[in-house]
């Protein structure tokens, strides 16, 4: 690797405090983590209502850990919590880092993140499930549920085709 891309190679362990302070910088920077980490999620809750979840599982401890504390200061309540070891075995294969999670269920502050985050994002299939949640808030489940599982098969079918031109 050329030199100039050896920025690259040491990941950041922390959010730096300019990004921190700034309220905008920081709904940046947590867009573009979140393109990478993080998915949002359209579940049923009781009834025939529906749920809507953001969720970031990584290893980035002290960056999740920044995470909750910053939307905290916003009025946000995420939960935090220790999801595996190290070496144990996860859905895309073994965890080579103890990994966490980090999870907003309240569905009035899930609208709120994804208003502000729609703004930084370029990412297709994640701005097409903001927008779908954005624009299905108040409708129930059975009204949603074919939407949902339409994006879902859109983005599985540009998983594929990425794969087949590889």
Request: net charge positive; glycine share 6%; aromatic share 14%.
């Amino acid at each position: 690797m050329d030199k100039s891309f050896e920025f690259l190679l040491k990941k950041p362990q922390e959010i730096p405090k300019w990004i921190l302070e700034n309220k905008d910088c920081f709904y940046g920077f947590l867009c573009g983590y979140s393109d990478c980490e993080a998915s949002f999620s359209i579940i049923k809750s009781h009834q025939n209502s529906s749920r809507f979840i953001f969720r970031i599982t990584a290893g980035d401890k002290k960056v999740l850990e920044q995470i909750k504390s910053t939307l905290e200061s916003y009025g946000y309540n995420p939960q935090f919590y220790f999801k595996s070891t190290k070496g144990k075995q996860g859905s895309f294969g073994t965890y080579n880092i103890d990994m966490y999670n980090f999870i907003m269920y309240r569905k009035s502050e899930t609208l709120r993140l994804i208003k502000n985050l729609l703004p930084h994002s370029k990412h297709k299939e994640k701005i097409a499930k903001m927008k779908y949640i954005q624009e299905n808030k108040d409708k129930n489940w059975k009204e949603i549920i074919g939407g949902r599982d339409k994006i879902r098969e859109g983005i599985k079918a540009g998983l594929l085709k990425n794969i087949s031109q590889n």
